[in-house]
């Protein structure tokens, strides 16, 4: 028996920069299966509908990352995702290009951004010369040290993550979750001899410009999970280097700041990440925001329970010091 359908439109975004003035939406409704992919739809629009439809795709297997797009203002890949549960939820479809890249035409986008930041971190095993890959026979690794991959050899390159990411629109020096959880996959490989340049490097070409929000990984098809392996980049750069950016030196100074007293001393804290140079030069939006908001000068009292909290640093500590 076939499955029943339902009532599809899709509000698609149409734009070739060489002839439209401006961006559009087109209506399209479809009756279909609820569970047919995004995908599926659009390739059903272009075959019977409109052929002047622009999109890219290939595998229809997310497999290969293609049809990355935005569903919903959600970055995700078309050929995975159901009609069925977003017409439900939003009552329709909108499907979009994806953010931080050039729009080339339609729902087609320029990746020349992603690609370039991608080849900045040296997506490639730096050998040991007086080291090098035996030639007539396996490199074994420990189970171990499969482990510390994570699920980085996962990644697709689908560009989802770059596409969902505040930090890539704000600051094109940052590199993007997945340029940063693929360079994390060659720090921690035991046949990379490029480790301590790659955590110095990193410090100072977008490391510390993350936002910390993870839209990277809430929107990764394969759960790998680039904000965590940022978070373990920053945590290996600052013990091979110590905090010496500023972004560092706020990571270190928070950390030493709650745990002197349980809560921020945000005078403190501005010290401990600018120096007192750098604090002379904030020292203007400090008095805007003391008027609005005095008590940042006062020393904060320390919390109850210090004793649990001190428990949790030396837990932390413990778990440094085995790594």
């Not at 002839?19 to 272009?46: I, M």
């Not at 499907?95 to 930041?117: A, C, H, I, K, S």
């Not at 993550?161 to 993007?176: H, I, K, L, N, T």
């Not at 990984?217 to 394969?222: G, I, L």
């Amino acid at each position: 028996m076939a499955d029943a359908t339902v009532s599809v439109p899709l509000d698609v975004y149409r734009y070739q920069p060489a002839v439209d003035h401006e961006p559009r939406y087109q209506r399209y409704t479809l009756d279909l299966a609820p569970h047919t992919p995004v995908l599926t739809a659009l390739l059903k629009v272009r075959a019977e509908l409109d052929p002047t439809l622009a999109l890219r795709y290939s595998c229809r297997s997310a497999i290969c990352g293609s049809c990355a797009m935005q569903i919903n203002a959600k970055s995700r890949l078309a050929c995975e995702t159901p009609v069925g549960p977003e017409v439900a939820s939003h009552g329709r479809i909108v499907v979009e290009p994806m953010r931080n890249q050039g729009v080339v035409r339609d729902l087609v986008v320029d990746q020349t951004p992603f690609w370039r930041q991608y080849a900045r971190i040296e997506p490639h095993l730096k050998l040991d010369p007086a080291q090098p890959m035996p030639a007539d026979r396996p490199n074994p690794m420990t189970p171990e040290e499969v482990e510390r991959f994570h699920d980085t050899p996962r990644c697709i390159a689908c560009a989802a993550c770059f596409s969902a990411c505040p930090a890539v629109e704000a600051d094109p020096a940052f590199p993007g979750p997945m340029a940063l959880a693929k360079l994390y996959r060659f720090v921690v490989d035991p046949r990379d001899h490029g480790r301590q340049d790659r955590l110095v490097r990193i410090q100072t070409e977008g490391l510390w410009l993350c936002l910390r929000c993870h839209l990277c990984t809430d929107s990764c098809p394969k759960n790998v999970r680039p904000s965590e392996r940022i978070r373990d980049l920053k945590e290996m750069a600052i013990r091979v280097q110590g905090p010496t950016e500023r972004g560092s030196r706020h990571a270190v100074g928070f950390k030493e700041n709650i745990r002197t007293g349980g809560t921020l001393h945000e005078l403190k804290l501005v010290r401990q990440t600018f120096g007192l140079a750098g604090t002379a030069g904030q020292v203007g939006q400090g008095l805007r925001i003391w008027r609005k908001k005095p008590e940042i000068v006062k020393r904060p009292r320390p919390i109850e329970g210090r004793e649990e909290l001190e428990s949790i640093y030396a837990a932390l500590d413990e778990e440094d010091g085995a790594r």
